[in-house]
């Protein structure tokens, strides 16, 4: 059974920073191309940033430059450090795993981030 577990959320101020981290269990995490997304109020989840099973990174431009992904495959942890935070990267925040053996996709259960002005 694959579990995806986010933590890291919080509340600060626009400008600073915060470390969401993402554990994954009960997969080859090292095979699986992992994710984060975000979904604000109001809006539809939309995607932020992947990092393959090989480490390389794509994100959206909303992000660029201010957010990085990664991954510790000996820890089963990715991890999306997020600087120069704006008040519109409000959202919860989900990690989520692409199973290459499943064929499936599997999500967490989401940390709260909220970015004050």
């Known amino acids: 059974q694959v579990q995806l577990v986010e933590s890291g959320g919080g509340l600060v101020q626009a400008g600073g920073s915060l470390r969401l981290f993402c554990a994954a269990s009960?997969?080859?995490?090292?095979?699986?191309?992992m994710a984060w997304t975000r979904q604000a109020p109001g809006k539809e989840r939309e995607w932020v940033a992947t990092?393959?099973?090989?480490?390389?990174?794509n994100y959206a431009d909303s992000v660029k430059g201010r957010f990085t992904i990664s991954r510790d495959n000996a820890k089963n942890m990715v991890y999306l450090q997020m600087n120069s935070l704006k008040t519109e990267d409000t959202a919860v925040y989900y990690c989520y795993q692409d199973n290459v053996i499943t064929k499936r996709g599997y999500w967490g259960q989401g940390t709260q981030v909220t970015v004050s002005s």
């Open positions: 990092i393959t099973s090989a480490g390389s990174t």
């Open positions: 009960g997969s080859i995490f090292m095979i699986n191309a």
